[in-house]
């Protein structure tokens, strides 16, 4: 278990941090695509990095790429939440340089842009985050000539900054509750836990949950996928539960793993608990045995009434 948490936090930043390529289409004839659409850095204080984003006009119609930076944050229902820079503690929107922020694109034409991340030399350290956003200017045509939607594709950036001793950065999660119904009558099943970032870098968390049934026994499991958790946030992290038991409690362990400050895997579990009452089969069978019995009183009924109708003659 320890070693699939560990290759799945690293499969998925992995993953993230290649070649990761976003598009967006849009109507008369425009579409782009960013690539990379996240970067993931350690730098000190007063260090300079230069980061290469490339944008690609995959239409048919040329378009004007604006380019500005805000501050993000991600909510528990991992709905990406944009603002003004600054508006975030942890920004760091105002630490990017654009060598251009305005430019044209020709169909098929592919523009490589150079940001320079200039970090100050007073930071507190930790996560910082931005999004650099490429939107589509929509371009004037004559009357009757339909317009491109304007639409916008962020690159984001998680910028983590050391301090002078270990103890300035620190990461850690925890799961505060179990995403569990009181009862249902059998698959499938949503499970899930909240998970908070109570540390100040970010987190690239796996989850998998693993169920029992009334005896004890191994009833499954499944996988809750990884997700990215900033500081100070919480995120749900949901799975289905196809094949239940068919009766009787159950009880679900989820899992946690991510990797500290020391890049050592750390786990959280938590374990709750709720019943699987097939409510519809209980109510068929109670509905074919009352049928049954008025079927045999119905029988007997009409044994007795011979019977006595016999005697009378």
Not at 202 to 216: E, Q
């Amino acid at each position: 278990m320890l070693r699939y948490l560990a290759n799945a936090a690293a499969i998925f930043l992995a993953l993230l941090l290649c070649l990761h390529i976003f598009s967006l289409p849009s109507s008369a004839g425009v579409s782009i695509m960013v690539s990379p659409t996240m970067i993931d850095l350690t730098l000190n204080t007063e260090d300079t990095s230069t980061q290469e984003i490339s944008i690609r006009n995959t239409g048919d119609e040329p378009t004007r790429i604006r380019v500005y930076a805000m501050d993000f944050s991600i909510d528990r229902e991992n709905n990406y939440i944009f603002s003004d820079p600054g508006h975030q503690s942890y920004s760091c929107a105002s630490w990017l340089g654009i060598e251009e922020s305005d430019f044209g694109l020709g169909p098929a034409e592919t523009k490589h842009v150079e940001v320079t991340i200039s970090v100050p030399q007073e930071v507190e350290p930790g996560g910082h985050y931005a999004a650099l956003f490429f939107e589509t200017i929509p371009i004037e045509t004559q009357p009757g000539v339909s317009v491109a939607i304007a639409g916008r594709i962020p690159s984001l950036f998680y910028l983590t900054i050391p301090g002078v001793t270990d103890g300035d950065i620190f990461a850690n999660a925890e799961i505060t509750s179990l995403m569990l119904p009181r009862w249902v009558d059998g698959g499938p099943v949503e499970i899930g836990a909240v998970v908070r970032n109570t540390g100040n870098v970010h987190l690239t968390i796996a989850a998998k949950a693993y169920f029992t049934d009334f005896r004890g026994r191994q009833a499954g499991e499944i996988d809750l996928g990884q997700t990215i958790v900033l500081p100070g946030t919480e995120r749900a992290i949901t799975g289905t539960w196809l094949k239940t038991p068919f009766i009787g409690p159950a009880q679900a362990t989820v899992v946690i793993g991510y990797f500290d400050q020391h890049n050592q895997l750390v786990n959280r579990s938590m374990t709750g608990s709720f019943q699987i009452i097939p409510w519809k089969v209980i109510i068929a069978v109670f509905a074919s045995l009352a049928l049954i019995v008025f079927g045999i009183w119905a029988l007997r009924r009409k044994f007795r009434f011979r019977l006595e109708r016999k005697d009378s003659e």
